[in-house]
T-cell receptor
């Protein structure tokens, strides 16, 4: 079946540090891949997405590259800020589906940035 | 720019009580969803409504019912609350293939 595995948190970094949050997936074909962010007290927001192999999604300084060969979609940012403190969710939507009812979410990684 | 509005934001219930969580969206989306979020488990889909007049079960529907009242509103009902239903509940809406828009959540505690 389809599944998403992401690194457990919490992840604590100092401001301006380099960030990597690992995400690997299991799925047939070419799923669409997403990163969502949840700020304290809020719902999830789409951060970036990629729909085919070798695509790079990017937004707000964050990047993730769709790696079919390693079934991964790791989230990276070169220099984190305190305002990046949030919970990050990796997710996939199986190939051939457009409905969000098919989206599978990872368990989330809490990121805390120290000033 | 209200987006997706959930009420209430917080609620405490006793075991066996009933409650309806309300959700409304102003983006004219056809599809709406109810999720629960539990520590270490990400989001799990409870029910969804692909379009007005239809509802379908998600991954964890037991103990819940839903009503798609009209295109804007999608409510979630707990008929007899249980401690296992203590969670944060999120409503979302979207069009097919487009990103979901989430509400800010309802934090529900069942004692």
């Amino acid at each position: 079946g389809n599944s998403v595995t992401q690194m457990e948190g919490p992840v604590t970094l100092s401001e301006e540090a380099f960030l990597t949050i690992n995400c690997t997936y299991t799925a047939t074909g070419y799923p669409s891949l997403f990163w969502y962010v949840q700020y304290p007290g809020e719902g999830l927001q789409l951060l970036l997405k990629a729909t085919k192999a070798d695509d790079k999604g990017s937004n707000k300084g964050f990047e993730a590259t769709y790696r079919k060969e390693t079934t991964s979609f790791h989230l990276e940012k070169g220099s984190v800020q305190v305002s990046d403190s949030a919970v990050y969710f990796c997710a996939l939507r199986p190939f051939g589906y457009s409905s969000a009812s098919k989206i599978i979410f990872g368990s989330g990684t809490r990121l805390s940035i120290r000033p | 720019n209200a987006g997706v509005t959930q009420t209430p934001k917080f609620q405490v219930l006793k075991t066996g009580q009933s409650m309806t969580l309300q959700c409304a969206q102003d983006m004219n989306h056809n599809s709406m969803y109810w999720y629960r979020q539990d520590p270490g488990m990400g989001l799990r889909l409870i029910y969804y409504s692909a379009s007005e007049g239809t509802t379908d079960k998600g991954e964890v529907p037991n103990g819940y019912n839903v009503s798609r009242l009209n295109k804007r509103e999608f409510s979630l009902r707990l008929e007899s609350a249980a401690p296992s239903q203590t969670s944060v509940y999120f409503c979302a809406s979207s069009e097919p293939g487009e990103p979901q828009h989430f509400g800010d959540g309802t934090r529900l505690s069942i004692l």
